[in-house]
């Protein structure tokens, strides 16, 4: 007879996902997780994990080598019956150990879609999915034929950083080429793409055997490349349901998702809307639960715990159930965030009745507002930002990306 109780091992690189791991253990599953040495002190969810292995290092420094062996041995003593990343630099060394192991999943080829810039425009190219005009920087004819054909200014980007991570603004021909020649070796992890100003959106949603179920879609109002690079305030609202905005970025999330390939779980794509010519640009896309508490601000605007559904479709495969959607609110919510020069902020000033999240993080400040009429959504974030900037907003310098993925 079948073992009913499944074995999970969850990989995070970064102290997140409680949520996805105590809903994992609720449905009755052993939850093991793998994360980095210098997490170790974190809040963990420890009454709801059963083991916790950890390694030198964070990210890059992992050996995976050293992973392989550590998992291998796990499975000597019993059947692993899924590996979950819970963030998106742990995407490739899930995948690596699903590859090795044989266990089913998304494998390396599709998990590029997944974490490789250049792998994503490609492939969205080839789908037909609108996308900024770019090139990789293999060749230097290609690249020269980029510059003379794409009007500036361009931007350099990591293809495997999250977030606006080690992203570079240039404005001329010279220019492009001094940076890619100071990237040395380094440059075949770029790629060069047109810059185009606009309204930055984010889907959010999740998928069960390759359809959509669930997606919110919602505007950062400020952009993840203006705050990393120039300091701010954290802003992102869910829009209006079923505005034309929302319609054209859901239908192109779906295209998205079906051509990379993206079968179950919790993802989080980006796009722009483009000042010039006022249409929708496929940006990125994760197989993960959007960062920065987003989390909680779709929660509190439709009553879908992202974190918690994702733990459920993972358990709903390994047993062969079928997974339903809860009961969807149609809301609006969200969030504002600042780096904090206090470790814990007194926000207790901040006292509206919509006020429905403090986010916990030490040197943070930040809160997550909830209503439902979408323009006292907006006017308490906007009233706030003043607020966070005038008593508690400071701003880290951002370090330089020093090994790339």
Same mark, same amino acid.
Not at 37 to 44: A, F, G, I, Q, T
Not at 45 to 63: C, K, L, S, T
């Given at each position: 007879?079948?073992?009913?109780?499944?074995?999970?091992?969850?990989?995070?690189?970064?102290?997140?996902?409680?949520?996805?791991?105590?809903?994992?253990?609720?449905?009755?599953?052993?939850?093991?997780?793998?994360?980095?040495?210098?997490?170790?002190?974190?809040?963990?969810?420890?009454?709801?994990?059963?083991?916790?292995?950890?390694?030198?290092?964070?990210?890059? !420094?992992?050996?995976?080598?050293?992973?392989?062996?550590?998992?291998?041995?796990?499975?000597?003593?019993?059947?692993? !019956?899924?590996?979950?990343?819970?963030?998106?630099?742990?995407?490739?060394?899930?995948?690596?150990?699903?590859?090795?192991?044989?266990?089913?999943?998304?494998?390396?080829?599709?998990?590029?879609?997944?974490?490789?810039?250049?792998?994503?425009?490609?492939?969205?190219?080839?789908?037909?999915?609108?996308?900024?005009?770019?090139?990789?920087?293999?060749? !230097?004819?290609?690249?020269?034929?980029?510059?003379?054909?794409?009007?500036?200014?361009?931007?350099?980007?990591?293809?495997?950083?999250?977030?606006?991570?080690?992203?570079?603004?240039?404005?001329?021909?010279?220019?492009?080429?001094?940076?890619?020649?100071?990237?040395?070796?380094?440059?075949?992890?770029?790629?060069?793409?047109?810059?185009?100003?606009?309204?930055?959106?984010?889907?959010?949603?999740?998928?069960?055997?390759?359809?959509?179920?669930?997606?919110?879609?919602?505007?950062?109002?400020?952009?993840?490349?203006?705050?990393?690079?120039?300091?701010?305030?954290?802003?992102?609202?869910?829009?209006?349901?079923?505005?034309?905005?929302?319609?054209?970025?859901?239908?192109?999330?779906?295209?998205?998702?079906?051509?990379?390939?993206?079968?179950?779980?919790?993802?989080?794509?980006?796009?722009?809307?483009?000042?010039? !010519?006022?249409?929708?640009?496929?940006?990125?896309?994760?197989?993960?639960?959007?960062?920065?508490?987003?989390?909680?601000?779709?929660?509190?605007?439709?009553?879908?715990?992202?974190?918690?559904?994702?733990?459920?479709?993972?358990?709903?495969?390994?047993?062969?159930?079928?997974?339903?959607?809860?009961?969807?609110?149609?809301?609006?919510?969200?969030?504002?965030?600042?780096?904090?020069?206090?470790?814990?902020?007194?926000?207790?000033?901040?006292?509206?009745?919509?006020?429905?999240?403090?986010?916990?993080?030490?040197?943070?400040?930040?809160?997550?507002?909830?209503?439902?009429?979408?323009?006292?959504?907006?006017?308490?974030?906007?009233?706030?930002?003043?607020?966070?900037?005038?008593?508690?907003?400071?701003?880290?310098?951002?370090?330089?990306?020093?090994?790339?993925?």
């Amino acid at each position: 007879m079948e073992n009913p109780i499944k074995n999970f091992i969850c990989i995070s690189n970064y102290f997140k996902g409680n949520d996805f791991l105590i809903n994992l253990k609720k449905q009755g599953n052993k939850v093991y997780l793998v994360t980095s040495e210098k997490l170790r002190d974190k809040p963990w969810a420890f009454d709801y994990i059963d083991e916790i292995y950890f390694m030198p290092g964070q990210d890059v !420094d992992w050996n995976l080598e050293e992973l392989l062996a550590g998992v291998a041995s796990l499975m000597r003593e019993r059947k692993i !019956d899924s590996i979950v990343a819970l963030d998106d630099f742990d995407v490739e060394k899930a995948a690596y150990l699903r590859e090795n192991l044989r266990i089913s999943g998304m494998g390396q080829t599709t998990g590029r879609y997944f974490r490789d810039k250049l792998a994503m425009r490609m492939r969205a190219k080839d789908a037909g999915i609108p996308i900024p005009a770019f090139s990789p920087l293999f060749n !230097d004819e290609e690249i020269n034929e980029f510059a003379d054909t794409i009007s500036p200014p361009w931007v350099l980007k990591p293809r495997s950083e999250a977030s606006a991570s080690g992203i570079m603004k240039v404005h001329s021909k010279e220019e492009l080429w001094e940076k890619i020649h100071g990237l040395e070796d380094n440059r075949i992890k770029y790629l060069v793409e047109q810059f185009k100003p606009g309204a930055v959106y984010h889907c959010d949603g999740l998928n069960w055997h390759g359809k959509t179920l669930f997606s919110i879609t919602s505007q950062y109002l400020a952009t993840p490349m203006e705050i990393s690079q120039g300091g701010g305030i954290f802003r992102s609202a869910n829009i209006p349901y079923d505005s034309k905005d929302d319609k054209e970025i859901k239908k192109q999330n779906e295209q998205v998702l079906k051509a990379f390939g993206m079968q179950h779980g919790a993802n989080h794509t980006e796009f722009i809307k483009c000042n010039d !010519d006022g249409k929708i640009y496929f940006l990125e896309t994760a197989s993960r639960v959007g960062g920065a508490h987003l989390a909680e601000m779709v929660d509190a605007a439709c009553g879908v715990n992202l974190w918690a559904e994702w733990a459920k479709i993972e358990d709903a495969l390994v047993k062969g159930k079928e997974y339903k959607l809860p009961t969807i609110k149609k809301e609006y919510a969200g969030i504002v965030l600042t780096l904090s020069k206090f470790e814990h902020p007194d926000l207790s000033g901040f006292d509206d009745g919509e006020v429905c999240f403090r986010v916990p993080l030490e040197y943070h400040a930040g809160l997550v507002v909830k209503s439902d009429k979408h323009a006292r959504v907006r006017q308490l974030l906007d009233d706030y930002a003043e607020r966070l900037i005038r008593d508690f907003a400071t701003v880290a310098q951002q370090e330089a990306v020093k090994k790339l993925h």
